[in-house]
């Protein structure tokens, strides 16, 4: 059913030539067959009853639990259980970075300053914050503490919940999904779906989607908001990705996981000229900072800081035997890679409370003290330099990739720091240049082909003249292929998308940054409804999500917060509520109706690329757009030129 083999040509060389004795997440795949219930969302872990199986029949009638639980309740109860477990890990990184704003205003983290004032009165604004004449920390200190107030709030309102349209926040009071507070949404999901409490599959699966919207326009809206304000709002810049990035004169050490406040650390103490110095002292020639996962995502987009990959890529990264040191937050970070460590010279450090493995050295990161502990991460991958010994299997190659779109710069590069719209990108809509929109993004994944779907489903989408807007380690997939390019557009890109990136001067294929910067395309959307010319909401808009290769309990909530807010999205892999005819129905027809967003669940590339596209066509013929037809376009070309953008600044 699956290959377990990677589409990325530099992991897949490696591993042609990985020792027996080593496995990775690719043998252990095929190892390690799904169990088949589980697999389809049917097995009850909840109670000490059980666990209850509920597959096939009993004298001719539906198999319940011992508690009497039907399959549409267990499976109901399991979805709700992944987005919760996914929201409190979006959660407590936006939670992270409020402490950690908090605290810099407070002068209790000296190293770090404020980056980017103006967001942090935009943000101050949008949060009712008096900004006139105060200074950034005392604003700071209001953003934080606000934006804090949002995780244990019991009555109101999360706060970004106000940027979404009106007509989407009105759909959410209707069905009652609006979030109170971040903590009480995933506490009551814990709460309901224990056992003997809610077995109402659809009331069920609405808690599943408050929960979800805390997420997306709480916990993760804030984490984007906040990294921008500390540490910069994206702008492009070129980079690079591949497995090929490692040098071998030089100290190689890889950032991996997910909040970039250690990470932001580490890379303004590689510019350290002393350190420099020290590295060249053990006779490295510099010091090569290399991105994992979405920390690479993150400090790619803000200092060009090259990316070795996603998910599937980060063992293979150690069997480079090039990696003096990984160094790990938290999320997505496989314990493999602890053992893995010890087959070469590399250190495997870890340093969240939050995330502790076995056999790793742990040193752990305090924001005080943060230059501190990023200069003895440091030394310490330096110092194990001299300890390198060959062995492992490098690929000399690296493709160039430009990150960076922030949905601040999409605005500005659709007219300038003062005519920055998006009706540029409305009006390409209208006249059929582009088709649509779609978010490809989440993780990759062993059980297929790894990043092969995104690799496919990039270029088709961009060849039937779609957007592409990417995060996460969907971004790393396109970015190691090469796609990230303007380039790529005149190659790939259909007639009337080309024309757009060709006067614009981007890819077709735009990096939107991390997994939490998924709320990027939240904001981006609710910008596009209220330019006016689409939909006044975000449902009903040419533009959909997918998430052909995910695994992870976080892009279950990113795809539950997308449907909520109106987007339909396409899951690849199989159906973890296959189990469910009434599940399903409700994920793909019922949350249409109320939300005009999905969720479905479609394991073949072909038939994920032929639904996405069809609902981008039923949106457009809806909005009584003209039909989509390749190479035909009504009106005059009305995008700025690069030069024109330059005279504007
Ligand atoms: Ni997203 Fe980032 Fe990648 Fe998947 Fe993991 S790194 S937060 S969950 S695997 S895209
Ligand atoms: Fe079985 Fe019900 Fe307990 Fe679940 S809650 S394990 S279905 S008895």
């Known amino acids: 059913m699956y290959e377990s083999k990677s589409a990325d040509n530099a992991a897949s060389q490696i591993l042609e030539q990985k020792p027996a004795d080593i496995d990775t997440c690719f043998e252990r795949a ?80 000296r190293d770090y300053r404020i980056k ?303 005519n920055g719209s998006f009706r540029p990108l409305n009006d390409a809509i209208i006249s059929g240049r582009i088709r649509g929109v779609v978010g490809l993004v989440g993780c990759d994944n062993p059980r297929v082909l790894a990043t092969g779907i995104h690799k496919f489903l990039a270029l088709e989408l961009i060849r039937n003249d779609i957007l592409v807007l990417t995060t996460g380690c969907g971004a790393a997939a396109c970015g190691n292929a090469g796609y990230l390019i303007p380039e790529a557009a005149l190659e790939h890109a259909g007639p009337g998308l080309r024309e757009v990136c060709e006067a614009i001067g981007n890819p077709p294929i735009l990096h939107l940054g991390s997994c939490v910067d998924n709320t990027r395309i939240l904001t981006i959307a609710a910008a596009m409804a209220a330019e006016g010319g689409l939909s006044e909401e975000i449902g009903g808009m040419p533009a959909v999500g997918i998430a052909p290769e995910w695994m992870s309990e976080k892009a279950m909530a990113i795809g539950s917060y997308f449907a909520a807010s109106g987007v339909p999205v396409i899951f690849g892999g199989e159906s973890p509520v296959a189990a469910s005819k009434e599940v399903t129905r409700i994920m793909t027809e019922v949350w249409y109706q109320r939300f005009r967003g999905a969720l479905r669940f479609e394991s073949d590339p072909e038939s994920i690329l032929s639904l996405a596209i069809d609902y981008i066509d039923r949106a457009r013929e809806a909005l009584k757009l003209r039909k989509y037809e390749p190479g035909t376009f009504s009106g005059e070309r009305v995008l700025m030129d690069m030069a024109a953008r330059r005279a504007s600044k």
Request: aromatic share 4%; hydrophobic share 40%.
């Open 30 to 109: 095929l190892k390690m067959k799904p169990c088949p219930i589980g697999a389809m969302g049917a097995c009850c872990r909840i109670c000490h009853m059980g666990p209850c199986r509920l597959v096939g029949k009993d004298n001719g009638r539906e198999v319940k639990g011992i508690c009497g639980a039907d399959v549409d309740t267990v499976v109901a109860r399991n979805v709700v259980r992944m987005i919760a477990g996914g929201s409190s890990c979006h959660g407590d990184h936006g939670r992270d970075m409020a402490l950690t704003l908090l605290a810099v205003a407070n002068g209790k983290a």
């Open 116 to 418: 980017d004032i103006r967001k942090l009165n935009k943000i101050a604004s949008i949060l009712d914050i008096e900004t006139g004449g105060r200074a950034a920390d005392d604003i700071a200190r209001d953003v934080a503490t606000a934006l804090l107030n949002d995780f244990g709030r019991q009555i109101g309102e999360v706060n970004f919940v106000r940027r979404a349209p009106a007509k989407t926040r009105k759909r959410w009071e209707k069905w009652g999904i609006v979030p109170r507070g971040i903590d009480r949404e995933i506490v009551e999901a814990m709460d309901r779906t224990t056992m003997g409490m809610d077995a109402d599959p659809d009331s069920l699966l609405l808690h599943g989607l408050r929960v979800a919207v805390a997420n997306g326009w709480g916990g993760s809206m804030m984490s984007t908001e906040i990294t921008d304000i500390l540490f910069g709002t994206p702008t492009p810049v070129k980079a690079a990705a591949s497995l090929g990035i490692f040098k071998e004169d030089e100290v190689n050490l890889v950032i991996h996981g997910h909040e970039p406040t250690l990470a932001e650390m580490i890379v303004e103490v590689v510019a350290d000229p002393a350190i420099v110095i020290y590295a060249n002292s053990k006779g490295a020639k510099g010091i090569n900072l290399c991105g994992m996962c979405c920390t690479a995502n993150e400090v790619m987009m803000r200092h060009g800081i090259a990316s070795a990959g996603g998910l599937t890529n980060q063992e293979i990264s150690l069997m480079t035997g090039l990696v003096e040191a990984m160094v790990v937050d938290v999320q997505c970070i496989m314990p493999a890679l602890s053992e893995l460590s010890k087959n070469f010279h590399t250190k495997f450090i870890t340093t969240s409370r939050k995330a502790r493995i076995l056999g790793a050295v742990h040193i752990e990161f305090e924001e005080d003290r943060a230059r501190e502990i990023a200069t003895e991460i440091i030394k310490l991958a330096i110092d194990n330099f001299t300890r390198r010994t060959r062995g492992g299997s490098h690929i000399t190659e690296s493709r160039p990739v430009i990150a960076g779109f922030s949905h601040e710069y999409i605005e500005f590069m659709q007219g300038g720091r003062y």
